[in-house]
Each structure stands twice: as C-alpha cells, then as structure tokens.
C-alpha cells in the first residue's frame, strides 16, 4: 500500500505536519509521526480504551481513527493535559489516592475523565462509574481510579464556584 | 538548618508513589515506545491450525514485498536449541519444549511458523500475510482427561504425572464417618496485561554487547537462558527494563519472540524491534490455570478432614514453557491451604493439549488448589450438618502447631509454614462484616423470594521466593541515595516500597531514593519480580544494606567530622545529628560522601565510597493468609451475578505501604473476578481459539465491580526476615473463585452447585433449570 498524503495535524494546540498513508491509525501517527508516545495501544481494536485522546474536546479512540480523519480538527493528548508543570487535578488526584500501579491505562483513563467532566462537571457517581467503564484497567481493580476522579471533579467544582 | 529532633518513620506509612509522576504525564516508557535509529520490525506468521504437519512455506512472494528484509522459517535458526524451563526436580520435560520456530509440527494456533522483517511494522504485517503456510491436519486432543495422544513418534502428550503423598490415606478412609466426593473444573484464563509483549534487541558491536530492551520480571536469570541459547557469554548480554504495562506472570518471560528479535539482531547488525498486537497476544502469551480435580475426602463425624485424595488433570497447552511443570506441582503442594490435613494424596496428571502453552498465573497453583479445597469444606459443611464458617473453624491450624511444617517439598525444601493466626484472623473478618446479622437479612430477603446468599473463604497464600537476593546502596556526593536491585517492576510499586525500606534504615526522607532494577549491567545477580518476593527479599537485602551504609557514615562522621561517639549520634533526614541536641551543627550524607571520594578514602585506609552490598538469603518462604467474604445476588432469568458486597482480609506481617498493599489486594481481588465469572479462553472443536479480542474474552469493567471492603492485618510477622514482611502481590486474587461459588450456592439454595469456574451467566441458567427440575 501507498500513496502517502500530506496532513496537519493540531496537538495539544501545536501544528504537525505529516506525511501518512491513509490507513494509518491516529494512534501511529501521534506515536511515531509526532513523537507524542503517551498515548498508549493497548488492544487496537476499540475496546480497552487506553489510547483515549479528546477530539474537538470529545474522548474517542485514537486506535478506531486515521489520521487523516483528524484534519482540522483539535486534538488533546496526555501530553497536553498539564498546563507547563502544573499538574491537571485529575492527575494530581491519580498520584494522591494511587490510582494506578502499572500506568499503561492511565493516560487513556486521564483523557477520558478529562473529556467528561468538562462537560458534566456535576456528574453523579453512577454515570461517572458507567462512563468509566467505558476504559479497561488490569491493576487497580477501578475503586481508586473512581475516588481519583470523584475527589479532581470535586475540587474542580469547588474551584469554580 | 533545624533539623528534625526525631527521624521520620517510613515503614508502614501510606506515602504516595515515586513511580507516578511520569506516568501521569505521558512519560511512561513501555515497549513500544522504546526505538533505535534503522531498526527493523519483526511480524510473526502463526499457525492457523491447532496439530499438522509443516508440508511447505512459501517465502517468495513475501520477500516481494516493499520493505520486506528478511523472512526466517525454522531452517534459519536451526542452530537455536528449544527454550529452556527452570530446575526443577521433575525427570523427562526436555522433549516437550517449543523451538522458537515450529520444526516438523505445529502444535496449537498462534505457534510461530516463520518470521518477516521490514522496514516499518506495516509492512512487516502486509509481508506476513503474503507467507504462504501449508499443513497437512492431523487430530488434535483439546481435553487434558481424554487418553494422551501422539507429540511425535514414541512420546505420547502426558510428559508426566506427579504424585504426593503422607499418612495413612487408605486407613483415614476405612475408618470415616463419611466422604465428600467432588468433580471441579477451573477454566483456561491469563493474566492479559494491558500492555502487549514488547521485545527490541540491539548488538553493539563495538563493545560486542547485545542488549534486549523490554525485559522484565527476571532480566538475570532471562540473560543467562538467551546467553546460552545463542552461544554467548553472559557478560556480553544485557537486558533493560523499561516500564512495563502490568506483568502478573505472563510478562517477562523468554518467548520465541524475545529469542528471535535477539538472533536477528546479531546476524542483520541491525536493531529489530516486535510489538505484539492484542490478538497475538491471547493466542501466544501464556495462558493458566485450566485443571479439572476429582477430589475426596474423608471426614469424622465432627466434619474434621482425616485425608484429601486427588487426582487431577492439568491441561499444558502443547509445549513445556519456562515454568516446567510448577504450576501442577505447586497446585498439588497447597491443596491442603490452612487446614489440618493428616493424611493426602495428589496424583497430577500433567498433560499436553493442542492449546496455547500455560505457565504461570498470579497466585499460580493457588487460585486452583484454593477454589478446589474450599468447595470441599463447603461440600464437608453440608455433610456434617455444620456451618460453613464452623467446618473452617474446626479444620483450620492453630498458632499452637506454628511454625507448621507439612512433609511435602516445595522447590526443594520441606514446606514450612512460618507464622499465623488463622482463627483471628477468621473471627476478624466475619465481625468486621457482620456475618451474623448477615444470615438473618439474608434468610428474610430469600423467603421474600430474592436469589441472595453469602460466600466464605479462608486461603493460604506463599511469598517471598527465596534462595537469595542482594542490593548494593550509594550516596552520591550530591546526597541522593540509590539501590540497586537486581529485582524487577512489574508496575506495583517495587521503587516506593524499596525506597521507604532504605529511608527509614538510613535515615533519610524517601523520595531522596532512586531505586534502580531491571538492568543486567549495574549489578550481577537477580532473580526479579515475581511469587510475591520483592518486599520480602529485596527488601530485607536493602535493609541490610542500608544498615552498614548507616554505621559506615555515623563512625566517619564521628572520628573525623564531629568529635563525638557514635552512640550520641544519630542519621535524621540526610544528616547527622547530635541526638542530644539536634540544632548543632550536623554533617551530611552528601558531605561524608566527598570525604570517601577514592582518593581521600584510600589515603586514610578506608573502602572508597558511601556506599554497600546487602545480602539476605532464606531457604523457606513466607506464608500469609486471608478471608474473603461475599455477597451475592443472581437473575434467575439471565444467570447473571450481581455482587453486593465483598471483604478481602490479609495478614501480610508487616505492611511497609498499606495503600499500595491495598491497590494490590483491591487490583487483585477485581483480577481475579474475571477468572471466576468472565474470562475463558474458549476453543472450538479443531482448536481454533474463539476469544482472540477483548470482545470475546471479557475483562471486569468498572460497572463489575463491587464495593470492595479491605482488612489489612499484621498480627503475624515472618519470623524468617528482619522486617517480618510477608508478601502481598497475589494477595486478592487467590480466594475469589472459592468465594464467589460458595455464594452462588447460598443464594440459589443448593450446596456445591457451583462446581465449574467461571460461572458464566450460561452455565449458572444451566444451573438453575436443573435446580427447577430436581428441586432439592
């Protein structure tokens, strides 16, 4: 297969340009193309969720797109989750209530709580823990990574009002 | 600066984790992230068949490829002997190991038949499939308790049988008031971390060094097997941890893969880099645990067990993997768990099936052996006319038969059973729950007709593999202290809990410890991450350490800095201190280190250095224990299993960090879940593997999870080390089959109906409508 494109893509509100084939997932393309390696592939066909990223603000699976489908549009990544050295609550909290041991699904488990509360900064405990469930974690067996996310999104609340 | 009167305490303090920085940031390193400058990328063609004979392979039109460099079969590494297992004391496995590329015969589907290398993993995969494979079928055996079928001409699919034995089981069973008699199955399920396996090998033939980056779990003991296996000197061979995406036995030890990429390495003078993806990984990483046990036992009439007789079938997949045969040997050494057991008999029939090769899993043998025996004491409960939590009570072991030594050998030395109190442990556990409340809500909610009943389990775990480990301790001159181990992470926090171990000896605030491991070139020996070990010797070994770097930096800060004896002194956060008054001038670590810099240490007669080796050795392990207990209520109409509650108790001796003891019991616990109502490796009848996604085979999610309770207890310290740690990384996991089943048949109304793990919402209908049919 051939044919590569030229694309630009907006990380973490920085330009990449690239050079992809078409059938290259996003996931590849932030890895190998711009260098971003904290988005993880951890099953490449959807489901386990570790290489959440924020597409326009919405988590989606960066291992389910291409890259070319990204064009335009304004992705977030791990990398760009911190404001320089300070540390997003959401991840400060993973740190302080041990919300991950082996750290592989951390990035996609920030992205996707990072996606969520900025639009349900209210959300209550059962859809935090559905919408969670949406990510798979082999470590902790989920109940510090939802006190994790249940204590950022009280604190971001409280920070707002 | 004032210093602190007092040295803080870090043993057994929940201290945040030095590991979680970069990982919260996108800075992990794992596998895939790890890349050389011209490396190739190796994709493996893998047998679609499950037995056949290797008729042809065509390379050709896969060499047309773009980007395709190289595509190996069998004759290509026929120099490279089969992968080794471990010593071991079991005679006739050699025949029985995998050749990193099938010769003759394939075995199972996912067997490595060739291997393509090209410039970009795409290609390699377009490549791959170009790779024509054909193999002529022949039968394949897919249950360990059908009669043993042909490996090859003259050697039939059972390499072995194990057999253990003490007392009088013939005798027990004449004179018994009467015998329980069960049928068990434990499915095929793994470990499935979240991250793939990852191999990138280099030479650098400057230095003649071959690395392999991606290692883990025991990089020394893996370094000398690839060493052999390629004809190299061990000194020339180097292995690098990285981070590593959860490790639960599976990760880290020697595949095809990790041999391959190596040898590649060496011939092309380029580095070559495998990722395996999420298929590759459910047909070819180790899958575990699948036995089938037909278990009696003979008991008075006080329901008090008298002897165990088992014989049971271990399905193997279809080659010997790196553990030998210890994950039956184990599970035919714990059978008898906690309980007094006078007379016992395990016959282990060791097989070979047309399946995935299996090895360890956390808590291996035990999460078996533990479902096995607890089924029985429910199944004794039921006969005797007792309470299940009275028939534990009345077989369990007393702190009056400790230390309890049961005349069986486990890797080589008679099972030792260090300390425990397993009767308070037991009474802890059921009143933190509140059991006895519990059977009365429970009795009212089942006569309103809700399907809900409770589960009890008591397990015996191991940890802390021995014989020995060593850590070696610097200061640097900049004050910042670093061990290094020759253990491993696995991603349970081996860098924090070293760290805290090293702080609180020496005297200095923990994060001001780096904790060096999985690297080959910065000390020589090691035995790594796995059957719970870590804390239990690693840990002891830098407690050892850290206590002569301690008197080394006291007695030179006494003769040559301070002008006091050493007994006045004292090591507070990095400094030493007057302990009579603590805001007088002090010396750093930082300082007496430049005092031992080789120069001015040599001119003085001293060893160079702030720095020392910590060696501990034991020939035994360390035993904790635990309760779980359960709540559960099943949908008559699905099969489905909802659990309300759970508690996880664990004595585990000394907690250095209870939080991270608890992530690894509450991580474990949810493990373990899978295993005992999702997760199995299914096949149809020619062998082909049906759950090779994570559609198919199903991990708990969030929404699986119960409310998980945690007893965290230390009433019973090892003995065996100087801390009294025990382990605690397969602390959840082992009890949670035995559980969730004696729960099951408390809320539907029928002892030992639960009798095959997982209880899938099919099998548990089945159940049900046989219970409709013959209501008992």
Known sequence: MSGEIDINLNVNGRNHAVRVEPRRTLVDTLREQCGLTGTNAGCEHGVCGACTVLLDGEPVRACLMFAVQAQGRRLRTIEGLAEGDKLHPLQQAFIDHHGLQCGFCTPGFLMLAAGVLERRPDINDDDLREVLSSNLCRCTGYKNILKAVRAAADQMRGAKT | ?776
């Open chain 2, 1 to 776: 600066m004032n210093a602190p009167a007092t040295r803080q305490k870090f043993i057994g303090r929940s201290v945040t984790r030095l590991e979680d920085l970069p990982l919260v940031q996108g800075r992990g390193r794992y596998a895939a992230s790890i890349s050389f400058p011209h490396q190739l990328h190796m994709r493996v063609v893998r047998s679609a068949h499950a037995h056949g004979k290797i008729v042809s392979i065509d390379t050709a039109a896969a060499l047309a490829m773009p980007g395709c460099f190289a595509v190996w079969t069998a004759a290509d590494v026929a120099a490279i002997p089969p992968i080794e297992f471990r010593p071991t004391h079991i005679k006739g496995l050699e025949p029985y190991r995998q050749y990193v590329l099938a010769r003759e015969r394939v075995r199972y589907v996912g067997e490595p038949v060739a291997v393509v290398f090209a410039e970009d993993a795409y290609q390699a995969e377009d490549a791959a499939d170009q790779v024509v494979v054909e193999i002529a079928e022949l039968p394949v055996i897919l249950d360990a308790e059908q009669l043993p079928g042909e490996f090859e001409p003259g050697r039939d699919t059972e390499p072995t049988v194990i057999r253990k034995k003490f007392g009088d089981v013939e005798g027990a069973f004449r004179e018994a008031q009467s015998v329980v008699e069960l049928d068990l199955i434990i499915g095929r399920h793994s470990g499935v971390p979240m991250e793939t396996r990852g191999a990138i090998a280099r030479h650098d033939a400057t230095r003649d060094v071959l690395e392999l980056h991606g290692a883990t779990k025991r990089p020394h003991p893996n370094r000398d097997l690839l060493a052999k296996m390629l004809g190299r000197s061990p000194s020339s061979v180097h292995l690098y941890e990285c981070h590593i995406g959860g490790g639960f036995g599976v990760r880290g030890e020697i595949y095809p893969e990790d041999v391959l990429v190596c040898a590649a390495a060496l011939r092309f003078g380029r580095p070559v880099k495998f990722i395996e993806d999420r298929r590759e990984n459910l047909m070819a990483c180790n899958h575990s645990r699948q036995q089938r046990h037909h278990i009696r036992a003979a008991i008075d009439a006080d329901g008090r067990i008298l002897a165990l007789d088992d014989e049971f079938f271990h399905d193997q997949g279809a080659y010997i993997r790196t553990h030998g045969a210890s994950v039956a040997d184990g599970t035919a050494t714990m059978l008898a768990g906690p309980y007094n057991v006078p007379a016992y008999r395990v016959v282990a029939h060791y097989r070979l099936t047309n399946k995935t090769p299996a090895a360890t899993y956390r808590s291996p043998g035990r999460f078996e052996s533990t479902f096995v025996i607890e089924r029985v004491l429910d199944a004794i409960a039921a006969k005797a006319g007792i309470d299940r939590v009275e028939a534990r009570r009345r077989n369990l072991l007393t702190t009056r038969q400790m230390p309890y030594t049961r005349p069986l050998d486990l890797h080589g030395s008679a099972m030792m059973i260090d300390s425990g109190d397993y009767a308070l442990l037991f009474d802890k556990t059921l009143e933190r729950f509140g059991w006895a409340q519990l059977q009365r809500d429970l009795a009212q909610r089942r006569a309103a007709g809700e399907l809900v009943g409770a589960g009890v389990a008591f397990f015996l775990e191991k940890s802390g593999l021995g014989p020995v480990e060593g850590v070696r301790i610097i200061v640097d001159t900049g004050g910042t202290v670093e061990v290094v181990t020759g253990a491993a992470s696995v991603g349970q926090g081996v860098e924090t809990v070293i760290a805290q171990i090293c702080a609180d000896t020496l005297g200095v605030d923990y994060r001001r410890v780096r904790v060096t491991h999985g690297r080959t070139d910065r000390i020589d020996y090691g035995t790594g991450a796995h059957a719970a070990r870590v804390t239990v010797m690693t840990g002891s070994a830098t407690h050892i350490a850290a206590l002569k770097v301690r008197a080394k930096a006291l007695e030179i800060a006494a003769s040559d800095m301070m002008e006091a004896e050493i007994d006045a002194l004292d090591i507070v956060d990095g400094r030493v201190v007057r302990k009579d008054s603590p805001d007088s001038p002090s010396v750093s670590l930082a300082q007496i280190a430049a005092a031992l810099t080789a120069a001015s240490a040599v001119a003085k007669g001293r060893e160079p250095g702030l720095s020392a080796d910590g060696v501990f050795h034991c020939e035994h392990e360390a035993y904790p224990y635990g309760a779980h207990v359960a709540v559960v209520k099943v949908d008559a109409e699905t099969g489905g299993v909802k659990i309300e509650r759970y508690l996880a108790s664990y004595d585990i001796g000394v907690a250095v960090n209870p939080m991270l003891v608890e992530g690894q019991i509450v991580g474990s616990m949810v493990q373990g879940l899978g295993g005992a109502l999702f997760e199995e490796f299914v096949y149809d009848e020619s062998g082909t593997p049906l759950a090779v996604t994570f559609a198919d085979y199903l991990l708990p999610t969030a929404l699986d999870v119960p409310p998980v309770d945690v007893l965290l207890t230390q009433d019973a310290p090892s003995p065996l080390n100087p801390l009294g740690i025990k382990g605690g990384g397969e602390s959840g996991i082992t009890a949670v089959g035995a559980v969730i089943a004696s729960a099951i048949d408390d809320a539907i109304g029928r002892a030992g109906a639960v009798t095959q793990l997982p209880v899938t919402p099919q099998r548990l209908h089945a159940i049900l409508k046989r219970r409709q049919q013959s209501p008992q």
